[in-house]
């Protein structure tokens, strides 16, 4: 065993050096999400801003982790939260048990919660953890809130339902890229991606813009 | 089910291939299902008349004319039928049908109270079309229409079953909803500006196989898939309903009716049905309380219970008395009787507030089962209560006895009843005089007693001497006058061949209370005090003791220092209400052991705060003598126990140990000392139709006494009981409070003239204890000198009024 052979062990670690670099700055810098990440929820509203949730508790019937609590109540007539009779009047969610599975976003009649890419959960205490229905709604720009402890970065709180457009009626392949979707606030209706089936289209013809792309920041 | 009784003969049926026996009369439904083939419905219901509207039943069926469809629910079984449940054709049929029901079903169970335990949605589910086919726009209607102050109907939803309209008709006997219009415009509603008023909508509730009726205290509650659920018996009354409790989130939301075929059939009175609400009530004492200044504060469980045991150990035993107890389970009255009558060694002990009967004739006479009441061409004589009004299981039960199986029905009430229509015969005597006309109908007299025509007891008598059975419906119909009447006219029914006695008083579990010795006299297990010291006790009092009037009585004349209520309002629920706030003022120490803030509580030095019905387990006794499990489904509030604990507790802390530990040991020491009890296993009071506990004390017929002559002047007060009233527990139901009927004076339009009132008059109505005013109606189901008033316990009440150590309370009335 000459020096050699000890340098030639290292052969490895010197390719390495003059490569180009994989790893990030991670948080300051992120990689971008696909478009399907499972994050943490959003209850949307309706293009008029109201809420699209009724109450009924599909969501939490189908959640296997059972970490969705929902109560619905009578809609007062004269300022009315939701269409209809019902209203979801407690919405949380534990995001200590929440595995987002995505369940609920498929249970859901309304299409009133679906999934952000935010998947970054850092708590100081347990109450944090779970997300009252106030934290769970879109604000009055159709754009998720941003929380004190939550990190979002540009473009991220946008799309936030692109899930869902992407989802045909009943799975039924025959439906693909037929609007079967209500309209939601600060997007109207949202044009359907086409997926795997086609060419990506134009960026989705929304009837109102988006306040702006960058969301928050 | 019902109406088919076990016969000996076989009918031989084949259905999907397998020789199956159905009985003889039975429907092919019910013996598909019996033998464990289901057969899709939606408007059968085994408790009503089968009327075929749905066609969800329909089966392919060979009678030796070929196979054709049929409702399986329109056909009696015959002999070498052929069914098929299964077949392509069948299945067709499914299908359509549900296609046809939903081509108008709005698609809203997402918010429908129904969605997730909805016949629709499981039928269609497992028999129905995967897609409709139906583009056009459904039929719309107005959202839920409230159609009386609990139920909602929605019309949209509703499938044309006939299932509410019929229990309207055929079982409450109220019938205010109907089908209207025709075609595709057909609807169920009530009457325009006529309510659903019926005690007994929420069953229409719990039997629409849709979300078209819901009631309001569980509207949006919760979904099906929150719910836990536990099967017990309803407590308010003593009819003892078999129920399912559920509960989310540690919280009663719902009860629903179970069928029990030896008790109410599935069937609930909305009273019974919506009491879960006072569970759940603000109000609920949470914590123990110690008299304070002008009110009460809050204090610690040895704090409380160290007062009480202070207070009782000062004082002499004959000095200590306890009122109530009905609200208890039966574990919990035993061991508050042994505290009382060994620990303490008081025989002043009252489950009863002056309004039942004495423990002689609800023990010692024969007794009989609702099923004995109801047998198919047997005799009731109805003397006491109005079911309708108190009982209201009990009140279905014997409507479907008189209009379904010829049961002949005599009444004995100082007024009509909810049942004088279906009454043969209907006496009303004057108050005072039940005793002179229960003897006249027995020797069959043709004079007029009592105020009754002498050819109306010799009709009644016919029913009576014609011989079968006959059960006495026996309770106290009248609270202003004195259950010395009832005893007498007990004595003069006693003597029927052939008779049995069923037990009407009202309240919870009091039946229960006399089995375990809650009454003046008695012991545990139906024993008379003076049978010796029972097994397990060290001691017994020596003396028999007074009753809850005797106890007002003798506190008022200083003889009472320490008196104890176990969930007992005598301020409000006492009939002579004058005697009960004179008492109140003259006892040192007022312990109340209570769920709610009551008026007596409210006046109490300690206060021991209860769990309720459904956080305790134990076992309920119901007007039959039927051992029955009550269930814990959630636990209590604050620091609230249970009452058989504050028992124990408080025998602690009187240095006495009532070597109770559980419930079980209750049960080992029940077995040891009570004859009666001897031989049940408590595991058999868990079955649905719980075990009836027999066996009877030896029962001494005692007169009445002289009635006093009756002022020219006066009428004589009679003082019932409605549905609902202003108690502490419906007042903290939001569903049931505020239901109570404005309360009026009722006579009858013949004594008008002679008080120169007319209807709508406000008059003064005035007594020897005190007098009200309210308003005067004519009613025709008054006899001639009576004077009938609603207790509702508030606003002008007989209770201010009634002498309770009188035979019977008389009132002057002129116009105020
Ligand atoms: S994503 Fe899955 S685990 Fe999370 S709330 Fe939805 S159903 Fe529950
Ligand atoms: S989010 Fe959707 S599924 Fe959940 S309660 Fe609201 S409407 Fe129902
Ligand atoms: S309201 Fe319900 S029970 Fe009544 S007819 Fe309609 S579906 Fe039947
Ligand atoms: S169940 Fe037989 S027709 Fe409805």
Not at chain 2, 15 to 29: D, S, W
Not at chain 2, 519 to 532: D, F, I, N, T
Request: aromatic share 6%; net charge negative.
């Amino acid at each position: 065993m000459g020096v050699l052979d000890y340098l030639r062990g290292f052969r490895v670690t010197f390719d390495k050096l003059f490569e180009e670099r994989v790893t990030t700055e991670y948080p300051e810098e992120k990689s971008p999400k696909p478009d399907r990440l499972h994050g943490r929820h959003v209850l949307n509203r309706y293009e008029d801003g109201m809420e699209k949730c009724i109450g009924c508790e599909l969501c939490a019937g189908v959640c296997p982790a059972k970490c969705i609590y929902v109560r619905g109540q009578d809609n007062p007539l004269d300022e009315p939260v939701s269409p209809g009779e019902r209203f979801g009047y407690i919405y949380e969610i534990n995001y200590l048990r929440c595995i987002h599975c995505d369940l609920c976003v498929e249970a859901c009649p309304t299409q009133a919660i679906t999934e952000t890419k935010l998947f970054e959960f850092s708590f100081t205490n347990r109450s944090d953890a779970i997300y009252t229905k106030d934290e769970l709604l879109v604000g009055d720009d159709g754009l998720p809130q941003n929380l004190p402890w939550e990190d979002w970065r540009p473009g991220e709180d946008v799309a936030t339902s692109a899930w869902m457009r992407a989802t045909s009626p009943a799975g039924d392949a025959d439906y693909v890229g037929t609007v079967g979707w209500s309209g939601e606030l600060g997007y109207g209706v949202r044009a359907p991606e086409v997926g795997q089936f086609g060419e990506d289209p134009e960026p989705p013809a929304a009837e109102v813009d988006p306040v702006d792309e960058g969301g928050h920041h | 089910m019902t109406d088919t009784a076990d016969t000996a003969e076989g009918i031989a049926i084949t259905v999907n291939g397998q020789a199956v026996e159905a009985r003889t009369g039975e429907l092919l439904i019910d013996a598909c299902e019996r033998n464990g083939v289901y057969i899709p419905r939606f408007c059968y219901h085994p408790r009503m008349t089968p009327v075929g509207m749905c066609r969800m039943c329909l089966v392919e069926v060979d009678t030796g004319r070929g196979a054709a469809l049929q409702p399986s629910c329109m056909l009696t079984c015959a002999p070498d039928m052929v069914v098929e449940t299964e077949s392509d054709l069948t299945k067709k049929a499914q299908d359509g049908v549900l296609e046809f029901l939903l081509i108008n079903h709005p698609l809203d169970c997402p918010i429908c109270d129904k969605g997730g335990e909805c016949p629709l949605q499981d039928q269609t589910m497992a028999y129905g079309p995967g897609e409709s086919r139906f583009v056009e726009e459904k039929r719309h209607y107005e959202k839920p229409i409230p159609i009386n102050d609990n139920v909602y109907l929605d019309r949209e939803r509703c499938i044309l079953c006939d299932r509410c309209t019929r229990f309207a008709k055929e079982v409450a006997g109220d019938p205010l909803i109907h089908f209207q219009g025709r075609g595709n415009g057909t609807e169920v509603n009530t009457f325009p500006d006529e309510p659903f008023a019926s005690y007994f909508s929420g069953n229409t509730v719990q039997i629409c196989p849709v979300g078209a009726l819901t009631a309001k205290p569980y509207r949006f509650k919760a979904r099906p898939w929150d719910l836990e659920e536990v099967e017990s018996t309803a407590t308010i009354d003593s009819v003892g309903s078999r129920i399912v409790i559920q509960s989310s989130r540690n919280k009663v939301l719902r009860y629903l009716g179970v069928d029990s075929d030896a008790v109410n059939w599935g069937w609930l009175g909305d009273r019974e049905r919506f009491s879960f609400e006072a569970l759940n009530s603000e109000l609920r004492l949470t914590e123990p309380l110690i008299a304070s200044g002008e009110g009460h504060r809050v204090t610690t469980w040895s704090a409380a219970l160290g007062a009480a045991a202070d207070a009782i150990a000062k004082t002499p035993a004959s000095r200590v008395a306890a009122i109530g107890g009905a609200r208890l389970t039966n574990e919990a009255q035993y061991v508050w009787a042994k505290l009382l009558k060994d620990v303490i060694g008081t025989d002043h002990v009252d489950a009863q507030l002056g309004d039942g009967l004495p423990a002689d004739l609800v023990l010692g006479l024969p007794r009989a089962t609702i099923a004995d009441a109801c047998r198919p061409g047997g005799t009731i004589v109805l003397c006491g209560p109005d079911p309708k009004e108190s009982l209201g299981a009990l009140y279905l039960r014997l409507r479907h006895a008189v209009i379904e199986d010829g049961a002949t029905l005599i009444e004995l009430t100082p007024r009509s009843t909810g049942l004088s229509a279906l009454a043969a015969h209907t006496l009303h005597p004057r108050p005072g005089e039940l005793g002179a006309l229960a003897r006249a109908l027995v020797a069959g007299t043709t004079d007029d007693v009592a105020g009754v025509s002498g050819a109306a007891i010799g009709a009644a008598h016919q029913a009576i001497a014609a011989g079968g059975p006959v059960t006495v419906l026996l309770g106290r119909a009248s609270a202003a006058e004195s259950a010395a009447v009832v005893a007498e006219a007990a004595a003069a029914l006693s003597n029927i061949d052939d008779v049995g006695f069923l037990s009407t008083l009202t309240r919870g579990n009091v039946h229960g209370a006399l089995d375990m010795g809650l009454a003046p006299g008695l012991l545990p297990g139906r024993q008379r005090l003076g049978a010796g010291i029972p097994r397990g006790w060290t001691s017994v009092p020596s003396e028999t003791g007074l009753d809850s009037t005797g106890i007002l009585t003798a506190a008022v004349a200083g003889e009472v220092d320490a008196l104890i209520l176990l969930g007992a309002d005598p301020l409000r629920d006492f009939p002579d209400r004058h005697l009960a706030e004179q008492a109140f003022d003259a006892v040192d120490t007022v312990v109340a052991v209570d769920t709610l803030p009551t008026d007596s509580v409210a006046a109490a030095d300690i206060v021991l705060a209860a769990a309720a019905t459904t956080e305790v387990a134990g076992t309920f006794t119901n007007l039959e003598g039927r051992l029955s499990a009550l269930a814990q489904k959630v636990t209590p509030p604050g620091t609230a126990r249970p009452d058989w604990i504050i028992a124990a507790e408080l025998a602690l802390a009187l240095g006495g140990d009532l070597a109770i530990q559980s419930l079980d040991d209750v049960w080992t020491e029940l077995a040891a000392m009570s004859p009666v009890h001897a031989a049940i296993d408590p595991a058999a009071a868990a079955e649905r139709d719980g075990v009836l506990v027999t066996g009877t004390i030896d029962y001494t017929p005692v007169e009445q006494g002289e009635l006093p002559a009756k002022d020219a002047y006066a009428l004589r007060l009679v003082s019932v009981r409605a549905m609902y009233d202003q108690g502490s527990s419906l007042a903290a139901s939001p569903s049931s409070a505020g239901l109570h009927r404005e309360p009026v004076l009722a006579l009858h339009a013949a004594d008008f003239e002679k008080l120169g009132v007319s209807a709508g008059d406000e008059v003064s109505v005035t007594s020897a204890r005190g007098g009200v005013t309210l308003a005067v109606q004519s009613d025709p189901g008054v006899p001639r000198g009576s004077a009938v008033m609603v207790s509702h316990l508030g606003g002008p009440d007989p209770y201010d009024l009634i002498d309770t150590t009188t035979l019977v309370t008389e009132v002057l009335v002129e116009r105020a």
